[in-house]
């Protein structure tokens, strides 16, 4: 079975300041990871995605996330938080069977931007 | 890419009543998914919506409560069952591709009052 714990479930930031949010994992084979956001009343949008290859994945809105499997982590960072970034964020893993469709998403986190 | 309509958007309900909810998709795609996402928290994959077989569920989620069709590759229902408060909760449509992103519809908004 797999899950996903993400530390954290409110963070906040001033606008400018680096945005850090955190997620591990737990998975008994090589996972698929996943960085979704949701902002008010929307569906959820692909921020970025690992599945294999290089650990440092970007993805969009200047946001990346670094694979760790030493310490089964997958943080998300931005160097300089924008105020359009205010929004709930969640980590997801998968396997590679399902790939990028069965999804166990963790249980969120509100990233809220102090001007 | 994909694009997920969902019906309805919102809808506020009478506790004892059912409610079905629409998931079409604009191309074909094999494995759609039914998930909820329960006020403050995160999103709980209720079901894989099998085309032209019975659903698959998790753990916690029965097919008397939660029935699901899925009449062809573009198109898949939830019902909600007899309904009650603890029901209420975002529903979301999913469909993926092994090799690219899970997309998501808007979601569907169920109040039970």
């Known amino acids: 079975a797999q899950s996903v714990t993400q530390l954290g479930s409110h963070v906040s930031v001033s606008e400018g300041a680096l945005v850090l949010l955190r997620c591990n994992y737990s998975?008994?084979?090589?996972?698929?990871l996943f960085w979704y956001v949701q902002y008010p009343n929307q569906g959820l949008q692909l921020l970025l995605k690992y599945t294999t290859g290089a650990t440092l994945v970007k993805g969009i809105n200047g946001f990346e996330a670094e694979f760790k499997k030493s310490e089964t982590s997958f943080h998300l960072t931005k160097p300089s938080a924008h105020m359009s970034d205010a929004a709930e964020y969640f980590c997801?893993?998968?396997?590679?069977?399902?790939?990028?469709?069965?999804?166990?998403f963790g249980t969120g986190t509100r990233l809220t931007i102090i001007p | 890419s994909a694009v997920i309509s969902q019906k309805p958007s919102r809808d506020i309900c009478q506790r004892g009543t059912s409610l079905t909810i629409q998931c079409q998709v604009d191309?074909?795609?094999?494995?759609m998914f039914w998930y909820r996402q329960q006020p403050g928290q995160s999103l709980t994959l209720i079901a894989t919506a099998n085309q032209g077989s019975e659903a698959t569920y998790e753990s916690g989620f029965v097919i008397d409560k939660f029935p699901i069709s899925r009449p062809n590759l573009t198109f898949s229902t939830l019902t909600v069952s007899n309904m009650s408060p603890e029901d209420s909760s975002i529903y979301l449509c999913?469909?993926?591709?092994?090799?690219?992103?899970?997309?998501f519809g808007q979601g569907t908004r169920l109040t039970v009052v």
């Open positions: 999913s469909v993926g591709y092994k090799n690219t992103e899970a997309f």
């Open positions: 998975s008994s084979v090589p996972p698929y």
């Open positions: 191309s074909q795609v094999t494995m």
């Open positions: 997801a893993v998968s396997d590679r069977y399902f790939g990028n469709e069965k999804l166990t």
